[in-house]
């Protein structure tokens, strides 16, 4: 039995996977229902794959792959352009099948889903300008080629389903590569409809297939399978070393967008309001669920107290509430763990001394009764014995440590096992590079708070993970390079 009665009779959407051109459902025909975290409402039910349906797309994926291949870089082109056409055209509707089962403001659905329509159309392009070498030597003459590495897996997460997908589809595809995506299981949809989309702007049966399960049995087999050659994760850091592990069996290639605990630091020449705002909104952007995310903040002793207030009047003014209703800027946390999660580190922080300015519970009302919701919390006089100092709380939480000097605050900020973002604030350009240069992080914003830009390589130093993604570097992740010596 497929989607059994009950849930063909209920206004759900229905999620199938897509393996070799065709729509199907998984052969053990499991199925699972997706739930609004606003109010746990059914909305969606999945087909749930098993090691079995992630084989089936690796066979239609290599089956594929030759002609893939040797097609030219402009059909490739041609046809992420019709797959971003198509996106575009079902952005509402995937929009709102990402709000209703990831809780974000549906205003942010939209957002992203034209986001990832805008990576395809780059990629489309770029595509286009993968050139090779020809290279003389005293031993002869070379060429040096960049060929398509074959069979690619992405591995997605839940915060952004959508546009991480098409960090991942774009590149490959226009790279040469075919691809099985595996999105995350609890919120499957909307990166389905869109790799859909995708796929009927006119991709030949098996360029692009999906499968749903669970990470541990369909992602493990996708990664351990001798078929994939290349896989691409964004999520937690323990599952990336966990794909490490298992992918060094058969030396495949990786790209691991991991963890992150992003420092905000303010410098006492800041321009104080600007800075503030920016944090409020990185603080708590997707409800704090962001690699990205501020984290940290470092705030000069002598700015304190005109920087906290600031922070904690942005906070206090974003409305919470059910993602679909158009004023709303922070939806629900996406699950139970979330909740939990924010609830253990601010209970730590207050335990060893911080202090909350704002927040801290969540949002009191029948509205919010049966969803994750938690208020913007501002916590004060933090340190790094803290949990929120030292792991991800993924929530939406902003700790402020006070410093007596820049220096102290790089350090601090230098001082953990990631190393995704920094931020800083200050008037002074040339002091924001020199500590740029000293802050240990794949990108370091100066007066802003915007990393993320499809022309720059974004992605993680320590355990933040390996390899970039957008940019002219997300395409080499999915090339290997092939010398060819002449012996004239
Ligand atoms: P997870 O690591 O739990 O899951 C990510 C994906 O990996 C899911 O599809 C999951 O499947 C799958 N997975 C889990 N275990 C395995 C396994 N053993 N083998 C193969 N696949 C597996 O992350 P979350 O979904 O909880 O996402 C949040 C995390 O993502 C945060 O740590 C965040 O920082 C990170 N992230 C990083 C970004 C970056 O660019 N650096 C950007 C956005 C998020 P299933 O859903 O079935 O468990």
Not at 483 to 488: E, M, Q, T, V
Request: negative net charge.
């Amino acid at each position: 039995m497929y989607f059994d009665a009950m849930e063909m009779e209920m206004d759900m959407h229905r999620s199938r996977m897509l393996i070799d051109g065709q729509s199907v459902h998984s052969l053990s025909g499991q199925t699972a229902i997706i739930r609004n975290p606003a109010n746990q409402d059914p909305v969606g039910v999945v087909s749930v794959g098993d090691s079995r349906d992630a084989g089936l797309a690796l066979e239609a994926a290599q089956r594929a792959l030759p002609a893939w291949k040797e097609s030219s870089p402009e059909m490739r082109g041609r046809l992420l352009h019709s797959g971003a056409e198509n996106v575009l055209r079902r952005a509402d509707e995937i929009a709102r099948m990402l709000t209703l089962e990831v809780g974000k403001p549906l205003k942010d659905s939209r957002r992203e889903v034209e986001a990832a329509a805008r990576v395809l159309d780059y990629y489309a392009e770029e595509g286009r300008r993968v050139f090779g070498q020809w290279i003389q030597s005293e031993k002869g003459r070379s060429l040096v080629v960049r060929e398509p590495i074959g069979v690619a897996v992405a591995i997605t997460p839940w915060n952004y389903p959508v546009d991480l997908t098409s960090w991942k589809v774009g590149p490959a595809l226009a790279a040469g590569c075919t691809m099985v995506v595996k999105p995350p299981s609890k919120a499957p949809l909307a990166a389905t409809a869109f790799s859909l989309a995708v796929h009927e702007g006119g991709l030949p049966p098996g360029v692009l297939n999906v499968v749903h399960g669970p990470g541990s049995v369909v992602g493990a087999e996708l990664v351990e399978n001798p078929i994939s050659r290349k896989i691409s994760l964004t999520g937690e850091t323990e599952t990336g070393r966990w794909i490490m592990e298992h992918a060094a069996t058969r030396i495949k290639r990786l790209s691991l967008e991991l963890g992150g605990s992003a420092p905000f630091i303010v410098c006492p020449d800041a321009d104080i309001e600007s800075a503030a705002l920016s944090c409020a909104r990185r603080a708590f952007a997707n409800a704090g669920q962001l690699c990205i995310s501020v984290n940290r903040i470092y705030v000069a002793e002598e700015v304190a107290d005109r920087f906290i207030p600031l922070l904690v009047r942005g906070a206090k003014a974003l409305v919470v509430g059910d993602g679909q209703k158009p004023d709303v800027d922070m939806g629900p946390l996406f699950s139970q763990d979330q909740l939990e999660r924010t609830k253990e580190h601010i209970a730590d922080a207050v335990l060893k001394g911080a202090e909350i300015l704002c927040g801290g519970r969540p949002p009191e009302g029948e509205e919010y009764e049966l969803g994750y919701f938690f208020l913007p919390t501002v916590l004060d006089h933090v340190d790094h014995s803290m949990r929120v100092m030292q792991e991800e709380t993924f929530g939406p939480v902003a700790p402020i440590m006070r410093v007596a000097s820049i220096d102290e605050a790089i350090s601090f900020a230098n001082d953990s096992r990631y190393g995704l973002a920094a931020y800083i604030y200050t008037q002074d350009l040339l002091f924001g590079l020199r500590a740029a240069e000293r802050l240990e992080a794949g990108s370091v914003c100066v007066n802003t708070v915007s990393p993320v830009d499809l022309h720059t390589p974004f992605g993680g130093w320590k355990e933040s993970g390996l390899g970039r993604e957008l940019s002219s570097s997300g395409i080499d992740e999915y090339l290997e390079v092939k010398h060819i010596r002449l012996g004239l």
